[in-house]
């Protein structure tokens, strides 16, 4: 039974940080990729960023410079470190997994920043 996690998100206003983690069980591959993505209402859901098995990582233009993802294997854990909020940052933050043959998605976790 596989769960993902999120945790972490909140009220911040502009120019704060917040910090998500993401706790995966029950995965019973390896896993090859983890990203952060968001979805702000009534737009599409976009990647934010990700990191393979490799530990490259990729971001989302809007958030380069300002992001950072890693990850905790021993724990299982992704994290995303979001520091110089905007408000353009408010979404829905979700925690993406993809093994070999499955893709999985937590439940997602709000992200405010106020102005």
């Known amino acids: 039974q596989v769960q993902l996690v999120e945790s972490g998100g909140g009220l911040v206003q502009a120019g704060g940080s917040l910090r998500l983690s993401c706790a995966a069980s029950g995965i019973m591959f390896s896993i090859n990729y983890m990203g952060w993505y968001r979805q702000a209402p009534g737009k599409q859901r976009e990647l934010v960023a990700g990191?393979?098995?490799?530990?490259?990582?990729n971001f989302a233009d809007s958030v380069k410079g300002r992001f950072t993802i890693s990850r905790d294997n021993a724990k299982n854990t992704l994290y995303l470190q979001m520091n110089s909020l905007k408000p353009e940052d408010t979404a829905v933050y979700y925690c993406r997994v993809i093994t070999r043959l499955t893709n999985y998605w937590g439940q997602g976790t709000q992200v405010t920043v106020s102005s």
């Open positions: 990191i393979t098995s490799g530990d490259s990582t």
